[in-house]
């Protein structure tokens, strides 16, 4: 990559300070951003390309903390998530190699091109999604969609997921990173937490499952499992610093201190909530009580669009919608989401 800098962009740093230079300028060497500042403290390396960036922001790249790969949008609209389901996994059910190859291509040139640099994807055939990376560059987490319970074959198998580590985690110059992927509570069995759990403290891997989407869900996990699902994931000793739970809408109190307690993180996936009518987390008490909470799109099948920044207008409005508050999740907290608590979420940079 040639050098280059940037020069008299508004730069949002979002550094500890929230720093924004109205007149920034940023130099880029051999692939690595050297100087960030002020454009008259900034000198520019003879050599670099120099872009004009007056009357553009510059961002650090977002962080898509939750997402599944597809070919499949606007085909399942107006449904509650249970009824949405088994017309969801129909795609699985038919799924090739190839379609995941060009399913994960697809989904990650779309987050690509509205600046998303990290996607958090729990989806199938990952080797292939791998490829699709390659080609594109982006940072991808290959989280594969791990169901063991009887009649829940159509998605990824354990020994996948082993295999995977071995084939890919820490490849692409470490853009590739293997987790742990779990789908829930009701298709996984206690020993795939149990071993993602040991491999994690192995292999020094991230664990991420769904957990307490929906009300019903919740409501049915306890009558099955004798647990709510935070207890259910507690008790097969997955939460912890490694392990980032999606959507966690329904989280209680006690709950909320419990994952700060472990330091577990949460995807925050407020457009998907929405769309399934699964309801508001409560991200304001989350946050207070010192949780990491990233931003999710949950993939385009149950977000129909892959951008994060409306992500992150609908994650500020719905909150201050729902509690009548104008001061609820205010833009710079939704940036940081989006950023770097997105980055710490899934594991990129050190809490
Ligand atoms: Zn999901």
New binding site residues.
């Given amino acids: 990559m040639p050098d280059f800098a940037i020069r008299h962009a508004a730069i949002f740093t979002v550094d500890p300070q929230n720093r924004v230079i109205p007149d920034g300028t940023l130099v880029v060497q051999d692939g690595v951003i050297t100087q960030v500042g002020d454009d008259r403290a900034v000198t520019v390396p003879d050599g670099c390309e120099v872009i004009d960036g007056r009357g553009h922001a510059l961002l650090p790249g977002l962080v898509d903390c ?1 997402s ?1 790969s597809s070919l499949m949008r606007g085909v399942t609209e107006n449904m509650p998530l249970m009824e949405w389901l088994p017309w969801y996994q129909l795609e699985h059910r038919a799924m090739t190699e190839e379609f995941a190859y060009h399913s994960a291509r697809l989904c990650y040139l779309e987050a690509l091109q509205s600046g998303t640099t990290c996607v958090m994807d ?1 989806f199938r055939y990952m080797d292939r999604c791998a490829d699709a990376a390659a080609e594109l560059g982006l940072r991808v987490q290959l989280a594969p969609y791990v169901a063991d319970r009887p009649g829940k074959d159509f998605f990824s198998t354990r020994e996948e997921n082993r295999r995977l580590i071995h084939s890919h985690h820490e490849t692409q110059n470490g853009r590739i990173r293997v987790w742990m992927g779990l789908e829930h509570l009701f298709y996984c069995t206690g020993d795939a937490y149990r071993e993602a759990a040991e491999l994690s403290r192995e292999y020094g891997l991230g664990i991420h499952t ?1 957990c307490s989407e929906q009300k019903e869900e919740e409501q049915a996990v306890t009558a099955e499992l004798g647990r709510r699902s935070l207890a259910m994931l507690d008790h097969y000793g997955i939460l912890g610093e490694r392990t980032l739970l ?1 959507h966690c809408v329904w989280l209680n109190s006690e709950e909320i201190a419990r994952v700060a307690d472990t330091g577990t993180s949460i995807a925050h996936c407020p457009v998907s909530n929405a769309k399934l009518a699964s309801g508001v987390a409560p991200v304001p008490e989350m946050l207070a009580a010192g949780v990491t909470v990233g931003l999710g799109t ?1 993939g385009p099948v149950c977000n129909n669009s892959l951008t994060l920044f409306e992500e992150m207008k609908f994650a500020s409005l719905i909150q201050k919608a729902t509690r009548l508050d104008a001061t609820a999740l205010p833009a710079d907290q939704i940036l940081r989401m989006a950023t770097i608590n997105g980055a710490k979420a899934s594991g990129w940079t050190t809490r």
């Fill in positions: 939750h599944h729990m769904h999606a949950d």
